[in-house]
């Protein structure tokens, strides 16, 4: 019988610790090492030492920049869209009315279905052919000719943003109505005998104790984005062209299509860093004033 | 005012899924019709036909994705449900030792939990391939399960101390003085205790398991592994027509049983997230 509780409790934390550590520590440890090295799993399984080659090589490279600045695109587009979607259907669904509880599970629903048939809804719905927008465009008499949602480079980024943002915004939704839940009752009232306005109402209460959960989501959304490979690569492939190229699908593309395993982690290892870079940045500014 | 809103709000989420599964038991004709259709008859089916969920499982005449629809299910279920068992498994005494016990490394492994959220996923896939490929595991339920599992213990560890801390020490405390051991106290009282949560991260894993395209996509090469979202993927395809009716009633197919899974313990779920949003 283990007696010490303190070994009870490495004993009880060891299996998942030790899970984590072999597959999730060890292979993002390895990631990061090969961006040093070079890779081709077709040629062999032996990297080749190459220092800051790949690093070299991704700062030279004038698409890099590009794929950086699409990247940068789809965090501000989604943050943007999310925030107001999921902040206002919140408010909304604080309100008291019937068939409050059903709303609020349907709300949901976006965020669970799987990437795949997100992608599905809305290529369908995007479709220039069969697809409802164009049709409901056409019968409006709104457009006289075909519009290719994903394929025009003008009207792609907006196409894949709103789809993202569909999927998404449920998170949002259900932080804020939480914290919106949690909001006393008796501020609002003693405030509305101090005769103060909706908008007063909403800039000192409630906006107060939304400050932290949006603080939250944002930080969330913007690594989940930043990340996120699925989504974009179903809608576009990253097309047309190259236009959609966000660096996870750039990943990709050097991994599974140039085989190039050691470079295509060090635009991973970039990504990372970034992240971390972001993340201590954001957190430091928006906690000075605490 | 407010209803508008709010009606504008539930319209816009609501109805690509209601397109999704109106436009599934649309016959072929129909859905490559709506260009000549009028406006409202796209959205009620002349003949509404379960067509294409049939030929999900029964081939038509050489139909590609039709054959190996089944076998997609089958490996996702293995997969998402072998996955989840292990995630409990380990998560359960994960959870406990985080809620009841002091010891170093307890931060650490707070910590732990967050950071993997923020982790590049395409950057642990290269690894995974290689680790897959020298292990022979490429291909294979097991690289997938491994993968999904890793994945989902930070939060379900995470929901799992929530729920322990919630069990009240001196239930077991009370049956350690009438002369039980604290394993059994840990056994028979509070794992019982904590059961919705148990259900609860059981759910999480299972649909994080079988919602999950990059893992799958990268890890998987035939029919052996391929899980349905791979299988729905590969037939959306960018030449030529894609068998639409196909793939309309494979998507209502493979989110309709996680929708209702997860609904049925979003709340516990619902509120282990937002506790950790709240009260960072």
Request: include cysteine; proline fraction near 5%; charged fraction near 15%.
């Amino acid at each position: 019988m283990i007696r010490s509780k303190v070994l009870r409790a490495y004993v009880y934390i060891l299996p998942a610790l030790g899970f984590l550590v072999a597959f999730g520590a060890y292979p993002l440890l390895y990631g990061i090492y090969l961006s040093f090295y070079s890779l081709s799993p077709m040629v062999s399984l032996e990297p080749q030492f190459v220092g800051l080659a790949n690093f070299r090589e991704m700062f030279a490279r004038e698409e890099f920049y590009r794929y950086l600045s699409n990247s940068v695109i789809v965090v501000i587009g989604v943050n943007a869209l999310n925030f107001g979607l999921g902040l206002g259907t919140a408010l909304i669904a604080n309100e008291d009315f019937r068939g409050k509880s059903i709303v609020r599970g349907l709300m949901i629903i976006p965020w669970i279905t799987p990437v795949v048939v997100v992608g599905v809804i809305w290529r369908f719905i995007y479709d220039p052919s069969w697809g409802v927008l164009n049709k409901i465009l056409f019968a409006m008499h709104l457009v006289s000719r075909e519009v290719y949602w994903l394929g025009e480079p003008e009207l792609v980024w907006f196409s894949v943003i709103i789809a993202k943002s569909w999927m998404l915004f449920p998170f949002f939704y259900i932080c804020y109505l939480a914290a919106l839940q949690v909001i006393p009752q008796e501020l609002y009232d003693a405030s509305k005998i101090d005769g103060a306005g909706s908008i007063d109402r909403f800039r000192y209460i409630t906006f107060q104790w939304l400050k932290f959960p949006i603080v939250i989501t944002l930080l969330l959304n913007t690594v989940w984005a930043w990340n996120h490979f699925a989504a974009v690569w179903l809608l576009t492939g990253g097309g047309p062209g190259d236009r959609t190229v966000i660096l996870p699908i750039e990943v990709y593309k050097q991994s599974f299509l140039n085989w190039r395993f050691g470079y295509a982690a060090s635009i991973g290892t970039f990504m990372l860093v970034c992240m971390i870079i972001f993340t201590i940045i954001y957190l430091r500014m928006t906690f000075k004033e605490e | 005012m407010l209803f508008i809103a709010l009606s504008a709000a539930v319209f816009f989420t609501m109805f690509p899924f209601f397109w999704l599964v109106i436009s599934s038991i649309k016959p072929n004709v129909e859905i490559f019709a709506i260009r000549e259709l009028p406006l409202w008859e796209t959205f009620i089916p002349e003949h509404p036909t379960l067509e294409h969920y049939i030929s999900a499982f029964i081939p038509k005449g050489g139909l590609k994705g039709a054959v190996a629809f089944p076998r997609y299910v089958v490996n996702s279920v293995v997969i998402s449900f072998t996955s989840s068992l292990l995630v409990i498994a380990l998560v359960i005494p994960g959870g406990y030792a985080l809620a009841r016990y002091k010891f170093r490394g307890k931060r650490f492994v707070s910590i732990l939990v967050i950071v993997f959220q923020m982790l590049p996923a395409v950057l642990l896939v290269l690894p995974y391939y290689v680790i897959m490929r020298v292990l022979n595991l490429l291909d294979t339920w097991y690289a997938l399960i491994i993968v999904d599992t890793t994945f989902a213990i930070p939060f379900c560890i995470w929901l799992m101390r929530g729920f322990f801390n919630e069990v009240p020490r001196e239930l077991e405390e009370a049956a350690m003085v009438d002369g039980c051991s604290e394993l059994k106290a840990f056994l028979t009282i509070a794992i019982p205790l904590t059961i919705y949560g148990i259900i609860a991260a059981f759910i999480y894993a299972f649909v994080w398991s079988w919602n999950d395209y990059l893992f799958a996509f990268i890890l998987t090469s035939t029919m052996k592994s391929k899980t349905v979202q791979v299988g729905l993927s590969e037939l959306l395809v960018w030449y030529g027509e894609m068998e639409w009716g196909l793939l309309l009633s494979q998507s209502v197919m493979a989110t309709i049983p996680i929708s209702v899974l997860f609904a049925s313990v979003q709340r516990y779920l619902v509120s282990g997230l937002t506790a950790g949003a709240l009260k960072g």
